[in-house]
């Protein structure tokens, strides 16, 4: 029987995002970190908050020429926040998860 080694984890690197499947990676790029993605996520819920708010206002005064923009902009922030939610549920799941692995 042949076993293959696992293979090691690699780290997400920002240029990976952008920039496909290249495989060139810069040696200056320093990896994303959990918080920095987490700490997005949470500006990204406040932005669209902010914007569902002021789509609100200008509805509730009349000032609001398309009222489906009110729409889309409450749907960004239903899922804005519903993505927060998830990636907070599976962090927690995974620290649960190391706590009680046995060293």
């Given at each position: 029987m042949n076993f293959q080694p696992i293979q090691s984890i690699q780290m997400l690197w920002p240029s990976q995002l952008t920039s496909g499947v290249s495989g060139e990676k810069s040696s200056s790029e320093q990896p994303?970190?959990?918080s920095d993605i987490f700490n997005s996520l949470i500006n990204n819920v406040q932005e669209t908050d902010a914007v569902k708010n002021e789509k609100q206002y200008l509805l509730a005064t009349g000032q609001l020429d398309n009222p489906?923009?009110?729409?889309?902009?409450?749907?960004?922030?239903?899922?804005?926040?519903?993505l927060l939610?998830?990636?907070?549920?599976?962090?927690?799941?995974?620290y649960s998860e190391l706590s009680r692995m046995s060293i």
């Open positions: 994303t970190m959990f489906t923009e009110w729409s889309i902009a409450a749907y960004k922030y239903q899922v804005a926040t519903s939610v998830q990636v907070r549920d599976r962090a927690l799941d995974a």
